[in-house]
């Protein structure tokens, strides 16, 4: 009996000492030495992040070149007809020609230039030329124009000529039966290839002399 009231004895003490820790509550060196507990920062809510759309660029338009305006033409009709005349004919080396009205355009240009050589080329009938050969006059068609170009009234028969023939420019001739005859009438001349008011031509293998 004694042990146990020694027991119960020890054990109310135990337990009194037990209540006055828990009252007391834990030493300074316990709540220092016990690290505190961090408290975690709640996590970042993630943003929601908006899909980009892509924005295309504006369609442009290819642009529109108007094509460059030619610049104007320069007025050239005023001198067109010179041109022309001049154009349609190699006057560095004239030719007889076939058509009568061209005979007489060619002629005119030459007569103008006062081209002695290039008139005894292209008016004279080839049949002329042979009986001067004959006749013993010239050799060829050279000495034929050396001798028309030495004449002392060349340049008067060449005014008068040319007065002629621009009477005759652009005028219907009178044709022979067989076509091989062309006469003009024209202003009268005091002498030359023009007397009596008429102007002749002959067509020869094809090709308008001075008759």
Known sequence: MKYLRLLVVVIILLGGV??????????PADTAEKPAEAKTAPAPTPAIVAKATPIEPPKVGAPVIAPPKAAPAPAVAAVQPAVAATSKFDLKNPQPQADINDCV?????????????????????????????????????????????????IQLQIMQLQGAMETAKGETPELSADGTQATYKVDPVPSGPAAGGTLGFVKVDGYWYLR
């Not at 209540?19 to 007391?24: D, P, Q």
């Open 18 to 27: 037990y209540a006055l820790w828990e009252f007391a509550g834990p030493a």
């Open 105 to 153: 355009e060619q002629s005119l240009l030459l007569l103008q230039a006062k081209d002695v050589p290039g008139l005894v080329k292209t008016l004279m009938p080839p049949q002329a030329l042979q009986r001067m050969i004959q006749n013993g006059r010239v050799a060829s068609m050279e000495d034929a124009v050396v001798m028309y170009s030495s004449m002392p009234d």
